[in-house]
């Protein structure tokens, strides 16, 4: 049996506080979530399902096929175990290799070195098998294993994506601390944004937002701007069933969203590189970019989202300078942003204090190492009743 066609367990990681967007993804895909932790979910599919999770999937980093699970209490028991797999059915000689692995065991301190221990073990496996030694570093341009071993258990995978999901291929040009794009699309989900109302990205930086959200509006899926992933680099891929589920998908996405997407930002060198991200994402048509500081930001009328990402004040800006950016922008949702709901992502709890308004949900999200919140805001329009009135903290 070809191992696109075999039935497993995926592993599909994403960055803290996303795994409920990735479960619904992956449940609107067709796959039940069997288990969900803060770094990921697991699914049952075959090896050839992973493609399609690749394709379609906005808020995952990587999509893992297991292919093994083994006990290994030291690092001749783990060469041992990864050097007895088939690896001669996987993997030919002709690719390139490139094995990762996390390390949670007494008996290894460092994680390179069961890099070096697991790349041995299967290069010397195909060279008995083949009589050819595969080439192999640390680039994940071909074949891809990941070795998970924690305690004396060790998992083994494919790890399908090759490099990580959120590596979109449309980010050209950045500015100073980008947002990974997985983690931009997993707040617009957070948010409730549809893509069926206005869209405004105030402070856009090098448009990560505003792309993704016209991504979204599209039905245009996130893999469909990427030419290599790892799984076509494993025996029994099949170049025209990508193709076939490339084109198909392809077919879907439309071609101009029928709300507004606007973006902003002060800094014109930041809507420049915006401007050429989307161009390269092929959505440039579908936003209405504009140097302008975000208090001039255009409101389009009607009902729509404000997505905020303003500086935390930790690697960039001066403290008492954005309590007033803060200020300032509570001001600019409650004055004229009314009829709209608002999300703002900061890692300043403090900071968000100055926003001034009352939050109807507070996420929690990671933006690397930082802890960080997704406060969002219900803008009503005019006055309400006095019990259900503005609210100040």
């Known amino acids: 049996m070809s191992l696109f066609s075999k039935i497993g367990t995926i592993l599909i990681t994403c960055g803290r506080g996303a795994a409920p967007c990735l479960g619904r993804e992956v449940a609107r895909l067709g796959f039940p979530v069997l288990a969900e932790n803060p770094f990921g979910i697991e699914i ?7 493609m399609s999770l690749n394709l379609n999937l906005r808020t995952a980093q990587r999509v893992l096929y297991r292919i093994a699970r083994f006990t290994a209490s030291d690092p001749r028991e783990f060469y041992r175990n990864l050097n007895d797999l088939p690896w001669e059915n996987y993997i030919d000689t002709g690719e390139y290799l490139s094995v990762s692995s996390v390390v949670e065991t007494p008996s290894i301190r460092d994680s390179r070195f069961a890099n070096l221990t697991a790349k041995d073990a299967i290069v010397d496996r195909l060279a008995a098998q083949c009589g ?139 809507v420049q ?52 950016v803060y200020r300032l922008m509570g001001d600019f949702l409650k004055h004229h942003c009314t009829g709209y709901r608002a999300a703002v992502f900061t890692g300043n709890l403090e900071l968000a204090k100055h926003i001034g308004l009352r939050t109807s949900r507070k996420l929690v999200f990671f933006n690397g190492n930082i802890e960080c919140r997704l406060l969002c805001y219900d803008l009503y329009a005019g006055s309400r009743k006095a019990s259900q009135g503005w609210h100040y903290q």
């Not at 039905?219 to 799984?231: E, I, S, V």
Request: glycine share 10%.
């Open 44 to 50: 049952k599919g075959t090896f050839e399902d992973t």
């Open 132 to 270: 050819q030694r595969p080439d192999s570093g640390p680039q994940r341009s071909g074949v891809v294993v990941h070795c998970y071993w924690k305690g004396r258990q060790c998992d083994v995978y494919f790890d399908t994506s090759g490099e990580p999901l959120f590596r979109r291929g449309y980010r050209l040009a950045s500015v100073e601390a980008p947002l990974q794009e997985s983690l931009a699309a997993a707040l617009i989900m957070a948010s409730g944004w549809t893509g069926t109302e206005h869209f405004v990205n105030p402070m856009c930086g090098s448009g990560t937002f505003a792309v993704e959200a016209a991504l979204m509006a599209l039905d245009k899926a996130p893999g469909l701007l990427r030419n290599n992933f790892g799984f076509m680099h494993v025996k029994g891929y099949k170049g025209s069933a990508w193709r076939q589920l490339r084109n198909a998908r392809n077919r879907e996405a439309g071609t101009s969203a029928a709300i507004r997407i606007v973006a902003t930002d002060i800094d014109e060198t930041a």
């Open 273 to 324: 590189a915006a401007r050429t991200n989307a161009r390269a994402a092929g959505v440039e048509s579908c936003i209405e970019f504009k140097v302008a500081p975000f208090q001039k930001t255009e409101i389009p009328e009607g009902n729509g989202m404000v997505v905020i990402n303003p500086e935390y004040g930790k690697r960039l800006g001066d403290q008492r300078k954005l309590e007033t």
